[in-house]
């Protein structure tokens, strides 16, 4: 069965210091490996898509990382604010998979504390 | 920008009720897809759609029958609501399956 496990499942910083999210998945074969962040009250929105090749992606203060020997894959936050408390969701749709190919992490709820 | 949008934002049902949930994006995307969300839990496909006129299962479609009539709309609709339908419900939508998908702000529902 297709899983994708994130860890921690929360985490308390202070402002300004950095955090790494994990995320290990079974699914296979492979296609692409997201990170979505969700604010609490809202939906999920995209923070970055990696395919196999690419081993590092950023996008902004958020920096993602790519193992497909491991199956692991990490969401690095660099000098975090009050405005990244929210839950961090990884999700691997499987090629071939169509749409109903995604399998959801249950989330890291990561707060920031002033 | 709109992109997906989905009302009513909050609702409370008595086990029994029927009410709609409804979805609509303005990105011409053709795959549409049903979320729910519980706490501590990743989130479960309940349908997908992949055009107007097409719809299928997803992981827990039971309670629940969507439509697509258009390209547009995409409606959840829950016929004899149960307290196990409490939720947070979510719309989504993608270009391709594997693309980078658009989710509404969520339902929250409650069935008491």
């Known amino acids: 069965k297709n899983q994708v496990e994130q860890s921690p499942q929360s985490l308390i910083i202070l402002e300004g210091k950095n955090c790494t999210l994990q995320c290990n998945y079974t699914v296979s074969p492979f296609s692409n490996l997201r990170w979505y962040k969700q604010d609490t009250g809202r939906g999920p929105v995209s923070l970055t898509i990696m395919t196999f090749s690419e081993n590092t992606k950023s996008n902004g203060r958020y920096t993602a990382t790519l193992d497909a020997d491991t199956k692991q894959s990490s969401l690095h936050i660099t000098a975090s604010q009050l405005s990244d408390s929210a839950s961090y969701i990884c999700v691997a749709p499987y090629s071939g998979g169509g749409a109903d190919g995604l399998t959801f992490g249950k989330g890291t709820h990561l707060i920031i504390q002033p | 920008n709109a992109g997906v949008t989905q009302t009513p934002k909050f609702r409370i049902l008595k086990i029994g009720q029927s009410m709609t949930l409804q979805c609509t994006q303005d990105?011409?995307?053709?795959?549409m897809y049903w979320y729910r969300q519980d706490p501590g839990m990743g989130l479960k496909l309940i349908y997908y759609s992949v055009g107007a006129g097409i719809t299928d299962k997803g992981e827990v479609p039971n309670g629940y029958n969507v439509s697509r009539s258009t390209t547009e709309d995409f409606p959840l609709r829950l016929e004899l609501a149960a307290p196990s339908q409490t939720s947070v419900y979510f719309c989504?939508?993608?270009?391709?399956?594997?693309?980078?998908?658009?989710f509404g702000q969520g339902t929250r529902l409650t069935v008491v």
């Open positions: 990105m011409n995307h053709n795959y």
């Open positions: 989504a939508s993608s270009l391709q399956p594997n693309t980078e998908a658009f």
